[in-house]
C-alpha cells in the first residue's frame, strides 16, 4: 500500500510541475534582444521554505515538517549547472512525548535546464548527493531523560523544478525532489518541496 502511495504521491508532483511550468508568466521576446539576461558563466543564490513528506519508516514516526534551505549553483552553459544546496528540517514527531529532533542535509550535484529559444523561464531536472545528519536534542519529556544524538549518513536526491522570471536577474524558484538516505536495514526517504527567490549575479 505504501508503494502504491508513493507511486501516486510521485504522479502527482510530476503532472503538478509539468501543469506548473506550462503556466509560468514569460515574457517571449527575440533571442537576440534579450539584453542583460545571462546564459552562462554566472553565480546564482537562492534562499527556499517548503516541506517535507516523510515515507516509509520515517512516515511511521514524523509528519509533513517544515524546512528551510538554499541553493548556490553556477551556470556552466546554457543547459548546464552545477549547485550545492542545503535544507535544515524541522521534525514534527507524530508522539508528542518525543524529544525534539531535526534533519541537516548538504549535498552536490548537477542541474539540466531545458529553456525555449526566447523564453527567460526554464524548467530542470537535477540530481545530487551528500551527507544526512539527524540531531536530536537530550532533555526530559514526561517523565523520560532522552540523550543527544548525532548521527550521519550518506544520501541521495534527485527531482524536477523551474525558474520564472521576475527580471534579468531575480527568479522563482521551485522544485521538488525524493530523497533517499542509505541505510543498512531500513529506507529512509521523504519527499521535499521547496520554493523562493533565486538571485543571480
Known amino acids: 500500500m505504501k508503494k502504491i502511495s508513493f507511486f501516486l504521491l510521485l504522479v502527482i508532483l510530476s503532472s503538478f510541475s509539468f501543469s506548473f511550468a506550462q503556466e509560468i508568466p514569460t515574457t517571449i521576446i ?39 534551505g538554499f541553493d548556490f ?31 541537516l542535509n548538504l549535498g552536490l550535484g548537477t542541474r ?15 540530481a545530487a548527493a551528500g551527507p544526512y545528519v539527524f540531531m536530536q536534542k537530550s532533555g526530559v519529556y514526561y517523565g523520560v531523560t532522552h540523550d543527544s544524538k548525532t548521527i550521519g549518513k550518506f544520501g541521495m536526491n534527485a527531482g524536477m523544478g523551474c525558474e520564472m522570471v521576475l527580471s534579468n536577474h531575480v527568479f522563482v524558484m521551485l522544485k521538488a525532489k525524493y530523497n533517499y538516505i542509505i541505510e543498512n536495514k531500513v529506507t529512509k526517504s521523504f519527499i521535499i518541496g521547496n520554493m523562493g527567490l533565486n538571485f543571480r549575479f
Open 30 to 68: 527575440r533571442d537576440e534582444d534579450m539584453k542583460g539576461y545571462k546564459k552562462k558563466n554566472f553565480f546564482q543564490f537562492a534562499v527556499l521554505g517548503g516541506f517535507i513528506n516523510p515515507l516509509f519508516i520515517l512516515n511511521d514516526t514524523y509528519n509533513a515538517s517544515p524546512s528551510l
Open 73 to 103: 549553483a553556477y551556470r556552466l552553459n546554457k543547459e548546464t549547472a552545477l549547485f550545492l544546496e542545503g535544507n535544515y528540517i524541522f521534525m514534527d514527531a507524530k508522539d508528542s512525548t518525543a524529544p525534539s529532533s531535526n534533519y
Open 112 to 126: 539540466f535546464y531545458f529553456r525555449a529559444k526566447g523564453v527567460r523561464s526554464a524548467f530542470f531536472f537535477e
